[in-house]
């Protein structure tokens, strides 16, 4: 209810981006979801994928994820 999950999953995407980005692009995938959703998960959802956004040194395939679901 308080979008812990959503914070938890992007922090896991962001740890994992540097080791893998196939893997965390593909962990990525249900945030980049978020317009499916109510609309107090879909801000909290929507917050964390504006965070990977804007993370300096993303890589270009968690990138491209994120940016097409803005």
């Not at 981006?17 to 980049?32: K, S, T």
């Not at 609309?39 to 909290?44: A, C, G, K, T």
């Amino acid at each position: 209810q308080d979008g812990a999950g959503y914070q938890f999953l992007a922090d896991q995407v962001i740890a994992l981006d540097g080791l893998n980005p196939q893997v965390a692009a593909r962990m990525v995938a249900p945030l980049g979801r978020w317009q499916r959703y109510e609309p107090v998960r879909r801000e909290l959802m929507k917050a964390q994928v504006q965070r990977l956004v804007d993370h300096p040194g993303l890589s270009k395939d968690v990138y491209e994820i994120v940016s097409k679901s803005l």
